[in-house]
């Protein structure tokens, strides 16, 4: 019912019967009143010209008694009269059992009534007597007349004659029903014939809807058939037109289309495109790992309206100034990315430009490492090397006085040549991972209590430095297939590194959640943050963060490699976001062969 309402038939329809039935309704107003003010004039005139006669009637008989019995057998039945020569000599007509008799005060007191006696001429009003009315007539409207009446000796009397105008209300009522019933029947025919006019003139609009919504499903030869030479069949004829032209664009526009997806989806680099109002048209896979690093450094979601970089804007507002192309390097979320950028014309004028997006992260890894490498051995070799050689020097040379003194050089030789073993030891299990030599010993473990456990180790370093340490297993009864060792050492790992990162105050979280088959790790801190230059690089050997560190906050700088490692092996991720001064997340994700619950 509410589709029929809502489609071009229903609304036709319906102002076509709402237009008649307005036009009909205000017929029936003006012809109500019509019939209603001509009956009130009928009965007016015809009992003004009862008065009349009756006044003459009693004006040439001298035989006043002979004139009244004639005058009362003129008045008929519905009607009833009054003679009046002066106050103390009235008459009332018989008969009308229904109509009470006027009081003369009445009559005397109302002014319009009055004149009949005051001015001698004829009145007539309509009125209410409600005192009077007997019967079903009660309180219904009367109609009075009045003429003067020649008395003898100069004088004047009155003749009135009066009835209920409950006779016009009952015609009336019969001319209405006439009416309403010819407004019915005009209706009904007026609603079949807006239906048949509506369906003949939207039968060819349907079919041209249906065509349409096959055209939008991109079955373009939809054809409509012409059956009439008027507008709407020029309309069908055009929509014909319309389909076969679309047709051939839209084949044209999906040849060209697929081309230049092919294109930019074999690139390498990242490609942007751009109007002349900077708004972004066009980008391709790398383009968009490049925009999601963005919007993740500033904090925005990935489907926002954001901001491009300001280096960009700055070199598309020099593009488009200048007419020719700029090149710029910028760093988001650590890695390095050239952008080389050109102006696109449009004839004479520049509609746009096209950037170019090379990420540069490997160039710049490679070169970095070059760089560090030989610099990292020697710094950690050269202090325990030159504090063996140090203290060996002083007990050679006994600088120590006492044996207790020379025990405490002894311990520390002893611990740096612990230090260089951990060091090689490191640097050898690192090798043998790359090498693909590394044995993981796969067991059945219980997430819950694996995970505490590991905490427990931490709790008190935590509790010495002031940092609160959190965890939070949303799984706890989840069975896990790995190896118990190596995941333990990738979470030692992170924990210790978060812990001596983070100062007095701060916080350690450790969250476990399923992610799918497998289970996902976070390692989250309030510490003191990884530099955005150096993210890329936190998983390559010697890497630390603190270059400025103490011998008592450093390890080797292998644990974040091995960690690494590790994660692969399992077949899994390890990834690390940071922002400096607020704090760095590690998450790693770990396949299960059989992830179950109990």
Do not use: C
Request: hydrophobic share 40%; glycine share 6%.
């Amino acid at each position: 019912m509410i589709v029929f309402w809502r489609s071009v038939v229903g609304k036709l329809w319906f102002t076509i019967l709402l237009l008649v039935s307005f036009v009909l309704f205000i017929l029936t107003i003006l012809l109500l009143e019509f019939f209603e003010n001509y009956h009130v004039e009928e009965e007016e005139k015809k009992l003004t010209q009862l008065a009349t006669k009756v006044a003459a009637v009693m004006e040439e008989h001298d035989d006043k008694e002979l004139g009244r019995s004639i005058a009362w057998q003129l008045v008929d039945d519905i009607s009833k009269a009054v003679i009046i020569a002066d106050d103390e000599h009235y008459w009332y007509s018989p008969g009308h059992k229904k109509l009470a008799d006027i009081p003369l005060t009445f009559i005397e007191k109302d002014p319009d009534l009055a004149k009949v006696f005051t001015e001698r001429k004829k009145v007539h009003k309509k009125t209410y007597l409600p005192n009077i009315q007997l019967g079903n007539d009660r309180y219904s409207e009367l109609l009075i007349v009045g003429v003067p009446l020649e008395i003898e000796n100069g004088k004047y009397g009155a003749v009135f004659i009066y009835q209920s105008l409950k006779i016009v209300e009952d015609t009336t009522k019969h001319t209405t029903k006439f009416i309403f019933l010819a407004a019915f029947i005009a209706i009904i025919l007026t609603t079949i014939f807006a239906f048949f006019l509506s369906t003949r003139i939207t039968a060819p609009l349907r079919k041209m809807r249906q065509a349409a919504f096959e055209m939008a499903r991109g079955k373009f030869d939809t054809k409509v058939p012409i059956l009439t030479h008027d507008e709407i069949g020029e309309l069908a004829m055009a929509f014909n037109q319309m389909g076969r032209q679309l047709q051939f664009n839209i084949n044209a526009l999906n040849q060209e289309k697929e081309q230049l997806s092919s294109i930019l989806s074999s690139m390498a680099d990242g490609v942007i495109t751009f109007n002349r109002n900077a708004e972004i048209l066009i980008t391709n896979p790398p383009a968009d790992r490049f925009l999601q690093a963005w919007y993740y450094e500033q904090g925005w979601q990935a489907n926002e309206m954001a901001q491009l970089p300001p280096q960009v804007n700055e070199l598309f507002a020099r593009v488009v100034s200048e007419e020719k192309e700029q090149m710029t390097e910028i760093t988001l979320q650590g890695r390095s990315w050239v952008i080389l950028m050109t102006p696109l014309y449009n004839k004479t004028m520049i509609r746009g430009a096209v950037a170019v997006l090379r990420d540069m992260t490997e160039e710049r890894r490679l070169d970095k490492l070059r760089k560090d490498f030989i610099a990292n051995v020697s710094h950690e070799l050269r202090t325990p090397i030159a504090m063996l050689q140090g203290y060996s020097e002083a007990i050679i040379d006994d600088i120590a006085a006492s044996e207790e003194e020379k025990k405490e050089l002894a311990q520390v030789i002893y611990d740096e040549s612990l230090r260089m073993g951990r060091l090689v030891n490191d640097l050898l299990d690192l090798a043998r991972m790359e090498a693909g030599h590394i044995t993981l010993n796969y067991e059945k473990v219980e997430l819950g209590p694996y995970i505490e456990r590991i905490i427990r180790k931490f709790q008190g370093l935590a509790k010495e430095k002031h940092i609160h340490l959190s965890y939070e297993i949303k799984e706890r009864d989840m069975i896990l297939q790995l190896d118990p060792d190596r995941i333990e050492q990738v979470l030692t790992n992170l924990i210790d590194n978060a812990i001596r990162h983070t100062d007095a105050g701060g916080s350690v979280n450790v969250m476990a959640e399923r992610s799918g088959d497998g289970i996902r790790i976070q390692v989250q801190d309030s510490g003191s943050g990884i530099p955005e230059e150096d993210l890329p690089f936190v998983f390559e050997r010697f890497y630390k963060a603190d270059k400025a560190r103490t011998r008592g906050r450093s390890g080797t700088g292998l644990g974040l490699a091995i960690a690494k490692n590790i994660i692969e092996a399992h077949k899994g991720t390890i990834s690390v976001h940071s922002k400096l001064n607020e704090g760095t997340t590690f998450t790693f994700y770990l396949p299960s062969k059989k992830a179950e619950t109990r």
